[in-house]
């Protein structure tokens, strides 16, 4: 069975048909997660106290052995076993212990579902050989289901689609405002998605202004918020708005790093917008940042208005000084991020600033 995507392995589970093994890895934690659950459920349900047998790389040394006899073992009252293997690197194994857990994918026991998962250890097929035969035994003889991130669009729909089943309505602004503003981990969306419908109530609808109000902020979107009174040289709402994530213990890297995403994505705008006339046109070019997320472009063209192009590059200069300094340990972080902020905010005055 090739590669298969969330679609087909959904209807693997609904069905009951389920391939011998699969190998899961991704970038979407939840995703990860929630099917890896409801392959438990379908392959041992009530017996999991019995016929799960799980290992993880991560909290203990995995003998391969050990997952070689729980994967020939004959499950316990009848039906299957699941056997889990969480974060074991290809490169952590000798070489006959991986031939000997590759063979588990080449001849699987009928009776066992074995899923490979990767968590919090980042799967790389294309790393070296060790990596590429792992993978490549799971797309031959099972399947490999590679769930990441979903596009803004996507979780939006989710996201409204969430809210009716919890009887609620999320009009399409407010779920585009969700996404923006809370950021893209489904995790957190789902608990501020159920905040929201816990407030608004039976058959409520829940509005932009309420998740404005109700919702969290991630770091991207208060750096987005900051860049924007930076662009308005509203220097009491910059300044709390970086206070605000001090406060908040985020590593100033990290700060002037979300800083720095929101400049790119205006000058990203302002090009494609002088070149074409639409600052979305910027999505064709760098696909892979903006796939489902021109929402960020078009809230760039709306800030970059205020500041000439000549004023937007000594910025990225600006911006790429402080990330030298950063980086270079001479300087207390902070006091380089607030001095940035004063240089931004000058250098939205105008040409002469």
Known sequence: MPQIDEKELKHQIKTGLLASCYLIYGSEPYLKGHYVQELIRVSVGSAADFNLHTFDAQENPVQPED?????????????KS?????????????????????????DPSPSCVLVWVYDRTEATPKKNNRWKKLFSAAEKYGAVVPLNRLTARA???????????????????????????????????????????????????ITAQMIRELCVHSL???????????????????????EELFSQRVEPIMIHGAIASAYVDMYRARVASESTGDPSAAAQIFPAAYRGREFRLRNAARDVRRISTRSLRRCLDCLDEADRLLKGGGVQPRIILEETVVRLLRLSGGENA
């Open 67 to 79: 997952v070689y006899m729980a994967a020939r073992s004959c499950p316990m009252l009848g039906g």
């Open 82 to 106: 699941c056997v889990i293997v969480r974060d074991l690197s290809p490169d952590a194994l000798p070489d006959d212990a991986l031939e000997q857990l590759v063979e588990l994918f080449k």
């Open 155 to 205: 979780l939006e729909s989710m996201m409204i689609s969430g809210a009716r089943k919890r009887g609620c309505e999320l009009l399409p602004d407010a779920a585009e405002q969700l996404v923006s503003q809370a950021g893209e981990d489904l995790n957190l969306l789902i608990n501020e998605l159920s905040k929201c419908c816990a407030y608004a109530g039976e058959g409520g609808a």
């Open 220 to 242: 991207d979107s208060t750096a987005f918020d900051l860049v924007r009174a930076i662009t308005a040289r509203d220097c009491t709402r910059a300044y709390r708005l970086l």
